[in-house]
């Protein structure tokens, strides 16, 4: 069965520090893989997605993604976390032959410390 | 261009009572998801619709929940009757291709 799994339910960082929050996918093949922010009283917004070609994705707020085929992970990094990035960050994966459902992680609550 | 838009925000109802939520993806998606996420676990897919049609909707959870999709255009859900069980997030997403889902803030659902 396709799954995703985020290890790490809750993660507090100092502000100024790094970040990487891990996810790992169980698929036939190599999916869509996204990641998704989600702040308190708003909706999900895409932070970056991974199709194919260069394993280390750019996304927006400063976030990057490396995809590791190897060890079935997509994880999540910033080098310098701000306070406003405290969020719950969700790991998600698609077929890549189809515009069908994504499955989710639990997702992860990142508290930033001042 | 207006996201996708979700009402109500939130919905307070009785165990037993119906409720019906509605979303409006972006204009000129065909693509059409719902999605919920009860008691803080992952969010689970519910069903995907084409334009009119179901194309996917074996995260139905039971016959109490049906969804339509009137012209292609915005969508109900609606939960009849309501169980405590049901209570959490519901998310609907919209997309044009198999790349994208453009996801609305979605509706918190409360039964009693």
């Known amino acids: 069965a396709q799954s995703v799994t985020q290890p790490d339910i809750h993660i507090t960082v100092s502000e100024g520090a790094s970040l990487e929050l891990r996810c790992n996918y169980s698929?036939?093949?190599?999916?869509?893989l996204f990641w998704y922010v989600q702040s308190p009283g708003q909706g999900l917004q895409l932070l970056l997605k991974y199709f194919s070609g260069d394993t280390l994705v750019q996304g927006i707020k400063g976030f990057e993604a490396e995809f590791k085929r190897s060890q079935s992970s997509f994880n999540l990094r910033k080098p310098s976390v701000h306070w406003s990035d405290a969020a719950e960050y969700f790991c998600a994966a698609r077929r890549n032959t189809n515009a069908g459902k994504s499955t989710f992680g639990d997702g992860t609550t990142l508290t930033v410390k001042p | 261009e207006a996201g996708v838009t979700q009402f109500p925000s939130h919905s307070v109802i009785e165990k037993g009572q119906t409720v019906t939520l509605r979303c409006d993806p972006i204009?000129?998606?065909?693509?059409l998801y719902w999605y919920r996420r009860v008691m803080g676990k992952e969010i689970k897919f519910l069903l995907h619709f084409v334009k009119e049609s179901k194309q996917d909707e074996s995260g139905m959870p039971n016959n109490r929940f049906l969804a339509e999709r009137t012209g292609g255009t915005y969508s109900t859900l609606k939960v009849q009757p309501a169980e405590l069980e049901d209570s959490g997030v519901y998310f609907c997403a919209s997309g044009q291709n198999s790349y994208e889902q453009y996801f609305g803030p979605g509706t918190r659902l409360t039964v009693t």
């Open positions: 698929y036939g093949a190599t999916p869509y």
């Open positions: 204009s000129g998606h065909d693509n």
